[in-house]
């Protein structure tokens, strides 16, 4: 599902990569988890990014949307093949607490805007709508088993829908 309202903020900024994240905390202090990706380099998926550390990483330190032309412009970035990509990164939201990272990226050529900037932060940040919703109890389940995730498929599914018309 989240690979879904991945493919249309894809679309909606004519991003050529993406990638969603979740916050994870560990021992050692939170960390931003890829859950779903597009187009992107292989062991991404999964991959975990600290405090400071790739787009995902600065995001979670900032705790704001990121826009940059450049993604080698970061202190940190994890993926040296995609650094001249312009980049736009994106806090998700469970009303003021941050669960998750939005990401996408595009080749040189192209430069993200304020409007794609608004457009992902309005996906990500409304609260309690179905994107968040689905994200809180993917959480859920690690914690209380399946019977949480199943039910918002079907809300998320005609909300995307009809959020895309």
Same mark, same amino acid.
């Given at each position: 599902?989240?690979?879904? +309202?991945?493919?249309?903020?894809? %679309?909606?900024?004519?991003?050529?990569?993406?990638? +969603?994240?979740?916050?994870?905390?560990?021992?050692?202090?939170?960390?931003?988890?890829? %859950?779903?990706?597009? =187009?992107?380099?292989?062991?991404?998926?999964?991959?975990?990014?600290?405090?400071?550390?790739?787009?995902?990483?600065?995001?979670?330190?900032e705790d704001?949307? +990121?826009?940059?032309?450049?993604?080698?412009?970061?202190?940190?970035?994890?993926?040296?093949?995609l650094a001249?990509?312009? %980049?736009?990164?994106?806090?998700?939201?469970?009303?003021?607490?941050?669960?998750?990272?939005f990401g996408?990226?595009?080749?040189?050529?192209?430069?993200?805007?304020?409007?794609?900037? !608004?457009?992902? !932060?309005?996906?990500?940040?409304?609260?309690?709508?179905?994107?968040?919703?689905?994200?809180?109890?993917?959480?859920? =389940?690690?914690?209380?088993? =399946?019977?949480?995730?199943?039910?918002?498929? %079907?809300?998320?599914?005609?909300?995307?829908?009809?959020?895309?018309?």
């Amino acid at each position: 599902m989240l690979s879904k +309202i991945l493919d249309g903020a894809i %679309v909606l900024t004519r991003a050529t990569h993406g990638t +969603i994240g979740l916050v994870v905390d560990l021992a050692e202090g939170p960390v931003i988890r890829t %859950v779903a990706t597009y =187009n992107m380099p292989d062991g991404e998926l999964g991959a975990e990014m600290a405090s400071g550390v790739g787009l995902a990483g600065c995001v979670l330190k900032e705790d704001r949307t +990121i826009r940059l032309d450049r993604y080698g412009d970061l202190d940190y970035p994890t993926l040296p093949e995609l650094a001249e990509h312009s %980049v736009l990164g994106v806090p998700i939201r469970w009303g003021e607490k941050m669960i998750g990272f939005f990401g996408i990226g595009a080749a040189a050529s192209h430069h993200f805007n304020e409007w794609d900037a !608004e457009t992902l !932060e309005l996906l990500a940040s409304m609260r309690q709508s179905p994107f968040t919703t689905q994200i809180y109890l993917r959480q859920a =389940n690690r914690r209380w088993g =399946n019977f949480v995730y199943y039910m918002p498929q %079907v809300s998320v599914s005609v909300w995307l829908a009809t959020w895309m018309k």
